[in-house]
């Protein structure tokens, strides 16, 4: 791999640049987005007092300029092929010697597997960005809105499939002498990238409802990756150098129009990024996850996520009533948040009931109950309403805070053990 140069890190951080400036510029007058302003998307700000109107899906503009530089950006990866190593025009053949006779472009040593990586990515993600504006204009329902990402990664499986194609995981050492080193899970394999294009969007889109959180957890997450990707780079000649490249070059951008939108985003907010942005950022991180062939330290990356959607199960499966929104209550008086309810609109069952005592004793939820002791309100089950409980009421933006730092402990945390504690299961850290 050719040592790149300043001009190319230049190019990049160029456009990241780009991002942020045009994800700003599209803003007009006092901050109402163009967007909303000529189609009309708005929103209620519920956990302000006077219940402002704010411009929802600002998340859209921020995914198609980010299409917009990914596909801008399309030569530069290749520019040492398309220039250096293969034939266009004036002496570049000199080093090139034909066996035969040819007609056309002789590109003898052109990465297309790595082209067709880039450009299923893309493809995925601008199928993600189109459903998930479809989910903020006709508010599409949980139970069929679930498998959309799925959809939008057929594309990038499909390449997967076609030009990598490898199913084998590496086995645990206590369990080599059984299963050998290597073991091919097969069709498993792709269930499981599915299920991580599946898991990524949606689990971002549960850990929302008060300014801030969803472009915050995204910028965190985005940071820890790139951290990863550095830790790679700076070892010369590694073998992942090119994956981690690629996830590079995706998540820069990502990043930039990240922070743009942050700006608009954090508390007091003047606009809503929609569920368009929650999906597009989740399929980011699915696309480097899968095809940078780093998706098991992706999903250490998700452990806030992954215990919110354990947490959030009962409700999300109707075990216990699960309201439309279970962002935190507002209260009006102390300019607060508090945990949320749930009512039961009938007596739970034992098995129920008898879990919830336990959960509150354990302070994991807030139980209220009527003169009987039976249950009537249960808080609702997310992270957001937990850390609630735990600490006690707090403003938004401090809320806000807090679940970014815990994203960026649960990060490191993460990091942490594939790098280092993997080693007393693993042979080696690849």
């Not at 297309?112 to 508010?139: E, P, R, T």
């Not at 696309?287 to 999300?316: D, E």
């Not at 003169?371 to 609702?380: C, F, K, R």
Request: overall charge neutral.
């Amino acid at each position: 791999m050719p040592e790149l140069s300043w001009a190319w890190y230049f190019v990049h951080f160029a456009l990241t640049g780009s991002c942020i400036g045009l994800i700003y510029t599209v803003f007009e007058g006092d901050g109402e987005p163009i967007l909303a302003s000529k189609v009309g998307l708005k929103g209620k700000d519920l956990a302000k007092t006077s219940k402002p109107e704010l411009p929802e899906t600002m998340g859209a503009v921020c995914a198609i300029v980010y299409l917009f530089c990914m596909i801008l950006f399309l030569p530069f990866p290749f520019y040492e092929y398309l220039v250096t190593t293969t034939s266009g025009g004036g002496n570049r053949d000199a080093a090139i010697e034909l066996q035969e006779v040819e007609t056309g472009r002789l590109l003898h040593r052109f990465p297309h597997d790595k082209l067709g990586d880039y450009l299923s990515a893309i493809l995925s993600l601008q199928c993600m960005v189109l459903l998930g504006i479809g989910d903020d204009l006709f508010d599409i329902r949980w139970r069929h809105k679930l498998f959309l990402p799925a959809i939008a990664a057929i594309p990038m499986l499909m390449v997967y499939y076609v030009d990598f194609g490898v199913t084998h995981v590496v086995v645990p050492t206590p369990l080599q002498p059984y299963l050998g080193q290597l073991l091919n899970l097969g069709w498993i394999y792709y269930a499981y990238m599915a299920a991580i294009a599946i898991f990524c969007p949606n689990s971002i889109n549960i850990l929302a409802g008060i300014n801030g959180v969803e472009v915050g957890q995204s910028i965190v997450i985005g940071l820890m990756i790139i951290l990863n990707d550095y830790l790679y780079l700076t070892i010369p000649n590694h073998p992942a150098t090119d994956s981690h490249l690629f996830s590079l070059y995706f998540i820069l951008p990502f990043l930039g129009v990240s922070l743009a939108l942050m700006y608009h985003n954090w508390y007091p907010a003047k606009v809503f990024v929609g569920d368009t942005y929650c999906y597009f950022a989740g399929m980011v991180f699915a696309v480097v996850g899968i095809l940078g062939h780093f998706s098991k330290t992706l999903l250490l990356l998700f452990i806030p996520q992954i215990f919110n959607f354990l947490y959030s199960a009962p409700q999300l499966f109707r075990v216990i009533p699960c309201p439309r929104h279970r962002l935190p209550h507002f209260n009006s008086q102390t300019g607060l948040l508090e945990p949320s309810r749930a009512q039961f609109s009938r007596p739970p069952s034992y098995l129920v009931k008898l879990a919830l005592k336990l959960l509150a004793q354990m302070r994991l939820v807030k139980l209220w109950t009527n003169a009987q002791g039976e249950p009537v309100e249960v808080s609702n089950l997310t992270i957001l309403n937990f850390w609630l409980i735990i600490w006690g009421p707090m403003r938004e933006d401090r809320l806000a805070m807090g679940i970014m730092g815990l994203q960026v402990v649960a990060g490191l945390v993460g990091l942490l053990v594939r790098h280092r504690l993997a080693l007393l299961v693993f042979p080696a850290d690849n």
